[in-house]
């Protein structure tokens, strides 16, 4: 028998949270006509009451104490969009103990505690939701949940930081460099006044630790994914890579390599002409390969209040709808019932194979070009395209070499090389080719 009311206890009002109850408000006709039930927020939970709020909450609703909503009975799903670890996790936790139904948006609380969560879900056999946590409004975990499930997913490739993108889309449109573009984008809001989470890939690989789950049906060790950042990418990089016809985009990128998979984040070059390139700003996209439906893309905002909030209320209506029919854990929460759940066996850095951009700094003086390309060599690694940037011999000048398929490890031991020779004035900076983003 359907309930007539699924009462929701709130936890965090800030830009997400605000989000979510706008939408509640203004759509409460067209969800209970939706979800055969009203949705109804009955208790708010945030640090301080007296704070000025865009919007207007019954003060009554309002408590600095999150134990009012684990111990009401009444309330049966915990939507948690305060954000950090530690606390969330411990919310999470009594949550789920509770018998409640437990909805996040916070990456970082299920990439690194997510296993524990998920398990402690099974056991109260109680859902949990976080399709905010990846892709703001995109619907990419539901999609590889249950649009894909007839699929093996051979590859994934996301751009997931909308931060990143502006940055790399700034720079290519209006050739600024790297620290213009990221004080640009402060000012508007798009990246932090610590940027590090988002620059340096960790948030990245929070999501992508998440979609690895969902599209393997595994548990990951987030240690174990490969990091970089986009510090190092320089203006003449990125016009480079549109010389050779690529553009620069920071990438979480999944692939299954026979038992194992290649799980990293870092800056790649992927084909002008594909459809990752043509993602710009502050949007967010995913292209998935499935080896029977083939390359999909799913593609819209990132983050902010709007399309993160739509992503959480789309998943309590989900859960609503299964409270209100009096049924829970129809679908588990990476896809795969829990005792089929193995540990990711992630492929080693080192053994990825790919062209490779590399871009040297050297006095130019003769017979540099020939002494790169020699310590190249030494490592079979060999060169597709030159380009070197013309200045007064004796200068420093840039020397660009664009590599076939290369093992990763023996790039890494050929620039160590060449780094050392005379005449090599900085390190030599690397960037992947992802020749198959089409």
């Known amino acids: 028998m359907k309930s007539a009311k699924v009462k929701i206890g709130l936890i965090g009002l800030g830009t997400v949270g605000s989000g979510v109850w706008e939408i509640l408000r203004r759509h409460r006709d067209l969800l209970r006509r939706r979800v055969g039930a009203e949705l109804q927020i009955a208790r708010v939970a945030v640090k301080s009451k007296a704070k000025l709020r865009r919007i207007k909450v019954p003060s009554r609703l309002l408590t600095q104490n999150v134990e009012e909503i684990l111990q009401d009975p009444e309330i049966r799903i915990v939507v948690e969009v305060m954000g950090g670890v530690k606390d969330a996790k411990r919310i999470a936790l009594r949550t789920i103990a509770a018998g409640k139904h437990f909805i996040t948006a916070n990456k970082a609380l299920l990439a690194m505690h997510g296993r524990e969560i998920f398990e402690a879900a099974r056991r109260a056999q109680v859902d949990i939701c976080f399709e905010a ?3 703001g409004g995109i619907p990419i975990l539901r999609a590889l949940r249950e649009g894909f499930v007839a699929n093996e997913i051979r590859s994934l490739h996301g751009i997931v930081n909308g931060t990143c993108n502006y940055i790399l889309s700034e720079m290519a449109q209006h050739g600024a460099d790297f620290g213009q573009t990221l004080k640009r984008a402060q000012q508007l809001g798009y990246a932090e006044a610590n940027p590090s989470f988002d620059i340096d890939g960790i948030d990245a690989a929070h999501k992508l630790a998440i979609l690895v789950s969902i599209a393997y049906g595994v548990y990951v060790d987030l240690r174990k994914i ?3 950042g986009i510090r190092g990418i320089t203006a003449f990089d990125i016009d480079c890579a549109r010389r050779f016809g690529y553009a ?5 990128i999944a692939k299954l390599q026979g038992s194992e998979i290649q799980a990293r984040v870092h800056p790649a070059m992927v084909p002008g002409q ?3 390139a043509a993602v710009q700003g502050v949007h967010n996209a995913i292209l998935i390969d499935g080896d029977f439906v083939g390359e999909g893309l799913l593609y819209g905002k990132g983050a902010g209040s709007g399309a993160t909030a ?3 209320v789309g ?4 859960v609503a709808r299964n409270v209100s ?3 829970a854990y129809t679908v588990p929460p990476l896809g795969v019932y829990a005792e089929k759940i193995a540990q990711a066996r992630i492929q080693p850095m080192a053994l990825l194979k790919s062209p490779y951009y590399l871009r040297f700094q050297a006095i130019d003086r003769p017979g540099i070009l020939a002494k790169i390309a020699s310590h190249l060599s030494r490592f079979a690694i060999s060169i597709s395209s030159v380009y070197q940037h013309v200045q007064k011999e004796g200068k420093e000048v840039p020397i660009v070499v664009l590599t076939h398929e290369a093992l990763e490890k023996d790039i890494k031991k050929a620039m ?3 780094d050392r020779l005379p005449g090599i004035r900085r390190k030599t900076v690397s960037i992947r080719i992802e020749e198959e983003c089409r």
């Open 248 to 252: 620069v985009k920071l990438l979480a």
């Open 133 to 135: 946590a990846v892709g």
């Open 315 to 318: 998943d309590i209506v989900e």
């Open 416 to 418: 160590a090389m060449i």
């Open 310 to 312: 739509s992503a959480v």
């Open 325 to 327: 029919s009096g049924i």
């Open 226 to 228: 490969y990091v970089e």
């Open 274 to 276: 594909s459809m990752l």
